[in-house]
T-cell receptor
Framework: DTEVTQTPKHLVMGMTNKKSLKCEQH?????MYWYKQKAKKPPELMFV???????INESVPSRFSPECPNSSLLNLHLHALQPEDSALYLC???????????????FGQGTRLTVV | DQQVKQNSPSLSVQEGRISILNCDYTNSMFDYFLWYKKYPAEGPTFLISISSIKDKNEDGRFTVFLNKSAKHLSLHIVPSQPGDSAVYFC?????????????FGQGTTLQVKP
């Protein structure tokens, strides 16, 4: 199993809603990532979890709250988002998030989020 | 400040010919480089990587070349096939940072014409 599975694939939410994005991998990877990608832009890193601990927060607003319940699961809790937060949210995993080697990350299909 | 740049937003080549996608970087701490391919409505898929201790890595039809002095890398696809049509992202990371963080370029849309 070399897949990273993200649910839902599409999400439309209002600015007062609370929703969660989910990501799952069963490759035994110990690093998991959230990236945000706007149209015609490259993916931008939001968070890195290494061995289930948050190791990087790229100054992401607190309306985005990550959670790593176990080594296979990664959630992104959303609350009071703005229309400009509409984007493709990509989850990724890699064998190791700290220490060498920095091998390739496997990406999920993404969740297309629209905030109305 | 864009640390990884792909200056060609798009590239069109004929089936069977060579596709050359270019990528430049500014951060001399980067020491590991990756190419990803992305189809619409899918996540990026890893293609090929290269460490800074090498100047070339080959995998089937895909070859990546690294010129450290010029801070430049390129992806060669030979022969190009219509199924290669996608957006190609160059990404870089710093081994010494031990964070797993990838910095992506803006992407180049490749169209391979039959």
């Amino acid at each position: 199993d070399t897949e990273v599975t993200q649910t839902p694939k599409h999400l439309v939410m209002g600015m007062t809603n609370k929703k969660s994005l989910k990501c799952e991998q069963h490759m035994g990877h110990r690093a998991m990532y959230w990236y945000k990608q706007k149209a015609k832009k490259p993916p931008e890193l939001m968070f890195v979890y290494s061995y289930e601990k948050l190791s990087i927060n790229e100054s992401v607003p607190s309306r985005f709250s990550p959670e790593c319940p176990n080594s296979s699961l990664l959630n992104l809790h959303l609350h009071a988002l703005q229309p400009e937060d509409s984007a493709l949210y990509l989850c990724a995993s890699s064998p190791q998030g700290n220490g060498p080697p920095n091998t390739e990350a496997f990406f999920g299909q993404g969740t297309r989020l629209t905030v109305v | 400040d864009q640390q990884v740049k792909q200056n060609s937003p798009s590239l069109s080549v004929q089936e069977g010919r060579i596709s050359i996608l270019n990528c430049d970087y500014t951060n001399s701490m980067f020491d590991y480089f990756l190419w990803y391919k992305k189809y619409p409505a899918e996540g990026p898929t890893f293609l090929i990587s290269i460490s800074s201790i090498k100047d070339k890595n080959e995998d089937g039809r895909f070859t990546v070349f690294l010129n450290k002095s010029a801070k430049h890398l390129s992806l060669h696809i030979v022969p190009s096939q219509p199924g290669d049509s996608a957006v190609y992202f160059c990404a870089a990371s710093a081994y010494s940072s031990n964070t797993g963080k990838l910095i992506f370029g803006q992407g180049t849309t490749l169209q391979v014409k039959p």
